[in-house]
């Protein structure tokens, strides 16, 4: 890994997103945003198993992890798409390199609130007030790596239209992995601590569940425990 990228990836979003542009470094970029990606997404995703303790800390600091590289594969081509269709000329090298520095730059972003979930935790935060506080970080963490997409595709409202279009693909598609790989905290109560639950509908029909749930209305074939 590369400690100047690290450092640009933190602080100079802009000159990371021109980098991706060019087709020198592209490699070294990209192999320092995969081992971005791996330790920061580990070491939240490890806080958030130590909610349960025990296997759950290993089994969400792998989890995390391949969630959001999964997601990338997944997402790339649409994002690629997407700003092609918005008029956006882009090579996909340049975005492929900028859908990785963005996922690494939200995953540091991770690891250094780490330290406040795991505060959380540590003062006792029930189990829905941590994941509460799990999705805040979260959606920090996604705006620092939407701040970049938009540096590198420029500063239009095509372009701002185009990089929120790639955000809420990104959203779909990582809700869509977390929920297939889900628990992550994991419930203390629970006797055995699964890697996957069986499946259970989808991350959608969760999210439906939910607003109804919050609303007061409770489906009667509804499970209890959440998404994490």
Known sequence: ??????????????????QCKRSEGLG????????????GAAVFGGIAGSFRGGLQIGFSSIKLPLALLATLVVSVPAFFALTIGFGQPSKFRTIAALSLAASARGALVLAGAAPLLWFGVDRGLSYHAA??????????????AWALILHGLGGSLRAFVASVACGVVFVGVLGQT?????????????????????????????????SRSAAGIYDVDSSPETSQ
């Open 1 to 18: 890994m590369s400690a100047r990228i690290v450092a640009a990836l933190l602080r100079d979003p802009k000159e990371v997103a021109e």
């Open 28 to 39: 070294e970029l990209a192999l320092t945003s995969i081992g971005c990606i791996l330790l």
């Open 131 to 144: 994941v509460l506080l799990a999705t805040a970080l979260y959606l920090v963490a996604g705006l620092a």
């Open 178 to 210: 977390a929920w297939m790989l889900r628990p992550f905290f994991g419930r203390p109560a629970q006797v055995s601590v699964p890697f996957v639950r069986a499946r259970e509908g989808s991350f959608a029909d969760a999210l439906v569940r939910s």
